[in-house]
């Protein structure tokens, strides 16, 4: 993997890459560059999400079209993500098949008791997998829900958010919750004015202080 003046952090370029060989493979190609361009925020990633276009039914995924969303979502989700994937409650293996069940009858319940009701619906539960995966199916309708502001079909979306939160699930323990930390600090930067890279950088450089093995990383990217 190549490294130039602005190098990448490990963590970030491992993260970007598994979760693109689970959610959009056809894009792995650019699954660093494009999340390295949202967690840096600014003008590359606003343009970058902007440029993005929707996601036909049927697409043959010629164009990068679902990682720039997902990036997108993923870190404006990133502290229900953090919450459920640091649930105690959770079982150490969760497929996407899993997760997009949960999803589905969590929103049947929630139509269900609309229905029954005519109120709002009371906190959802997936059957057949219990209460500990109703906060991963939380964050996998959350996701899946941003996806389709960004003009992803519902299935589609599903099936990429839940992917997703898989992989991150997986490796909850590798890093996970830094990654999206990495992301969100884009997103956080986002803001106009010239403080915008400052930002990202000193976000980058604080979370590198804390995780031992971009340590090195952070180093290689900072200007001399």
């Known amino acids: 993997m190549s490294h130039g003046h602005d190098a990448a952090p490990a963590l970030l370029e491992t993260w970007a890459t598994a979760i693109a060989s689970a ?3 056809h894009e792995a190609d650019f699954a660093v560059h494009t999340a390295l361009t949202c967690a840096r925020g600014g003008r590359g990633r606003r343009a970058l999400v902007r440029r993005a276009p929707s996601v036909p039914a049927g697409s043959g995924g010629e164009l990068t079209t679902v990682l720039p969303a997902l990036w997108e979502a993923l870190a404006a989700g990133c502290e229900l993500l953090k ?3 640091s649930s105690p409650m959770v079982a150490n293996s ?6 997009l069940l949960a999803v589905r009858q969590r929103r049947e319940g929630d139509l269900a008791e609309r229905g029954a009701s005519g109120t709002g619906p ?5 059957v057949n997998g219990g209460a500990e995966l109703l906060a991963l199916a939380r964050a996998v309708a959350e996701v899946s829900r941003r996806l389709q502001a960004h ?4 299935a ?12 991150l699930h997986a490796g909850r323990d590798s890093g996970a919750s830094a990654f999206l930390e990495l992301l969100a600090g884009g997103s956080r930067s986002d803001v106009p004015g010239e403080r915008q890279a400052g930002a990202a950088r000193k976000g980058l ?3 590198a202080a804390r995780l031992p093995g971009l340590r090195s990383a952070g180093a290689r990217g ?3």
């Open 156 to 167: 589609a979306a599903d099936q990429a958010a839940a992917a997703a939160v898989a992989a």
């Open 94 to 99: 969760v497929s996407t098949a899993t997760l």
């Open 122 to 126: 009371a906190e959802p539960q997936p």
């Open 205 to 207: 450089r604080r979370l």
């Open 23 to 25: 959610s959009a493979p």
């Open 151 to 154: 003009g992803m079909g519902p």
């Open 83 to 85: 919450s459920a994937l």
């Open 222 to 224: 900072r200007p001399r």
